[in-house]
């Protein structure tokens, strides 16, 4: 992690922390991120091939960030750039580089190769609901529609068979449903399941 700029330095001494820097400090001794960083270290990039990464637990922490306030990868960007309480939480200071959102995408899709993401979610809920903080009641559900591409022109000229058809209004989809449970006193997300 970056040693703090004289900026991010009078930031941390101000009197009244917001409710962002009292979550992300929460989130910050409650998430075991060394055992989180050892699931996905085997297949992280490793400096010498190539530009040299950033460090796991920067990367780690802004995909974190990035589900918690359902921030699109360029918006992600501009957050570290522009809040210094998620900068700070990143490991990051504005005296050294901040990841671009291709950098946070290529991270994202590595979870998603080695199939961690889902892995990474059941483990920190555990933690979450050992400490307390994960709550079943007052639960908010959502559902919503993955498009999938319909198309049969692919090696096994057929469709995806774990993807269905659907309509929402006058429209049709093709895809599958995200069933998402948010805490609705906290707004963190507990469960997560897809159905056709």
């Known amino acids: 992690m ?22 992300l400090g929460r989130m910050n001794e409650l998430i075991p991120w060394l055992q989180l960083e050892a699931q996905i270290e085997p297949f992280y990039p490793k400096a010498g091939n190539g530009r040299r990464p950033y460090p796991l637990a920067t990367m780690l922490r802004i ?8 921030m699109s990868d360029p918006a992600m960007e501009d957050a570290l750039y522009e809040i210094t309480s998620m900068r700070l939480f990143a490991g990051l200071s504005l005296e050294g580089a901040i990841p671009d959102h291709t950098t946070i995408m290529n991270f994202r899709h590595l979870l998603e190769k080695h199939k961690l993401g889902r892995k990474l979610f059941k483990e920190v809920n555990k933690w979450l609901s050992d400490s307390g903080t994960y709550f079943k009641e007052g639960t908010i559900v959502d559902a919503t529609i ?3 591409a319909s ?15 659907t309509q929402k209004g006058k429209q049709w989809f ?3 449903k995200a069933h998402i449970g948010v805490d609705a006193k906290r ?4 469960s997560f399941t897809t159905t056709p």
């Not at 707004?187 to 507990?190: A, D, M, R, S, T």
């Open 2 to 23: 970056n040693q703090l700029s004289f900026a991010d330095t009078e930031f941390t001494s101000k009197r009244r922390k917001t409710r962002k820097e009292l979550f």
């Open 63 to 70: 995909h974190f960030m990035q589900n918690w306030y359902n």
């Open 146 to 148: 993955i498009e999938a």
């Open 151 to 165: 198309s049969t022109k692919n090696k096994s000229n057929a469709r995806d068979p774990e993807m269905h058809q």
């Open 174 to 176: 093709f895809g599958m």
């Open 187 to 190: 707004g963190l997300v507990h």
